[in-house]
């Protein structure tokens, strides 16, 4: 009897652990990190990364990456059920004289309401009759939580998409700024911004709320959302630190939202960057490839500030407050090749299912570009 007991208790334990990983991934507001939602990702890309590998071309590689995310929420949901028949086993056996097999029957069948196996006692319908209840409340999560997923991810991928536009594929600065001086907007750069505030914004709420958005790519195998918004800030911040034209606070309010975030999002993912960085601390940008891009945007005939010191000493006190999470993000989704973000992301290791949450090595053995 003693055994038994303890066999409905375990499963009662199992069951609330499964219902909380759903109900903490799915309806929680803001999203929280859950252990089995990261084992069924982790495991998933195990299996995907490899596959990738195997192709030479970046095009067929991406195209294999694209599916990991969409795959691992399929998995998730096949696990979640799975994990619900499994906790209802011992509560079976523990209430009727069915062997383990037996239970299992009647789990599954309670669960996918087929009806393939009756419950043998009123103790065993009550336990059947709210289990076919969670099977219909995690297929109605289901129904709820894909269309929101992919709402978010069009929204996302709007706006990259028309970067792609001005700033080319991988999008840089040096395109961007050089193709809208090219047209006669350098001076509507203030009117750029505010859309691309909101963008952040949006991004933050969606991507800490619906974690698993920050794994899925974009259509174009060299386009990324984390490169983008890289992209976006370094533009931004070139142009309040070196552009010889009048300061535009839409920008630094861009900024702002911006840096808050992609540390947001990095600290969802178990990164702490820096919440008050020094203007003075080091960035992975180096004065050297600083001085390059203001060469190429010479050549494409903006206006540069004469007191390049100045201009790296502002550029440097922006970028500072975004670097460390942008390069965490770009190793955690395994960004496509893109200046100034992707191109040195070495530091920072992609999580492991040893190892679940993203983390960086010791300052010392960091590449020599730091």
């Given at each position: 009897m003693l055994v038994r007991a303890l066999a409905f208790v375990a499963g009662l334990v199992l069951l609330q652990a499964v219902l909380r990983s759903a109900v903490?991934?799915?309806?929680?507001?803001?999203?929280?990190?859950?252990?089995?939602?990261?084992?069924?990702?982790?495991?998933?890309?195990?299996?995907?990364?490899?596959?990738?590998?195997?192709?030479?071309?970046?095009?067929?590689?991406?195209?294999?990456?694209?599916?990991?995310?969409?795959?691992?929420?399929?998995?998730?949901?096949?696990?979640?059920?799975?994990?619900?028949?499994?906790?209802?086993?011992p509560m079976y056996w523990a209430v009727t004289d069915l062997d383990v097999l037996g239970a299992l029957k009647l789990s599954g069948s309670s669960l996918t309401t087929l009806g393939f196996a009756a419950p043998p006692d009123a103790a065993a319908t009550v336990l059947s009759v709210g289990e076919a209840l969670l099977g219909l409340g995690v297929i109605a999560l289901l129904i709820a939580y894909l269309p929101t997923i992919y709402g978010h991810f069009s929204r996302r991928e709007e706006e990259v998409l028309k970067f792609e536009v001005r700033a080319g594929s991988p999008p840089t600065?040096?395109?961007?700024?050089?193709?809208?001086?090219?047209?006669?907007?350098?001076?509507?750069?203030?009117?750029?911004?505010?859309?691309?505030?909101?963008?952040?914004e949006e991004v933050q709420e969606s991507h800490t709320s619906q974690p698993s958005l920050a794994l899925f790519r974009s259509q174009a195998a060299t386009n990324s959302w984390i490169t983008t918004a890289g992209a976006v800030l370094?533009?931004?911040?070139?142009?309040?630190a070196a552009i010889d034209l009048p300061s535009e606070?839409?920008?630094a309010l861009t900024l702002r939202a911006g840096f808050l975030s992609l540390r947001a999002i990095a600290e969802f993912y178990g990164l702490r960057p820096n919440p008050d960085p020094a203007p003075s601390d080091p960035i992975s940008v180096s004065r050297a490839e600083f001085d390059q891009v203001l060469d190429e945007l010479e050549r494409g005939g903006l206006p540069v500030k004469a007191d390049r010191?100045?201009?790296?000493?502002?550029?440097?006190?922006?970028?500072?407050?975004?670097?460390?999470?942008l390069l965490a993000l770009c190793s955690l989704s395994g960004a496509p090749f893109a200046r100034w973000s992707s191109d040195r992301c070495e530091r920072f290791h992609r999580p492991t299912v040893r190892h679940p949450r993203t983390w960086r090595v010791?300052?010392?053995?960091?590449?020599?570009?730091?």
């Open positions: 903490r991934t799915v309806v929680v507001p803001r999203g929280e990190s859950v252990l089995l939602a990261r084992i069924v990702f982790l495991g998933v890309r195990s299996f995907y990364t490899p596959l990738a590998g195997r192709h030479r071309d970046a095009e067929r590689r991406h195209a294999v990456l694209a599916r990991f995310a969409p795959m691992s929420l399929g998995v998730l949901a096949f696990v979640w059920a799975a994990a619900v028949i499994l906790a209802f086993v600065p040096t395109t961007y700024l050089t193709r809208l001086h090219a047209i006669g907007w350098t001076s509507r750069l203030g009117e750029i911004w505010e859309p691309w505030e909101t963008w952040f370094d533009t931004a911040a070139l142009s309040e606070p839409q920008a010191e100045q201009a790296w000493r502002d550029f440097a006190g922006w970028r500072v407050n975004y670097d460390e999470a010791d300052p010392l053995d960091a590449p020599a570009s730091w």
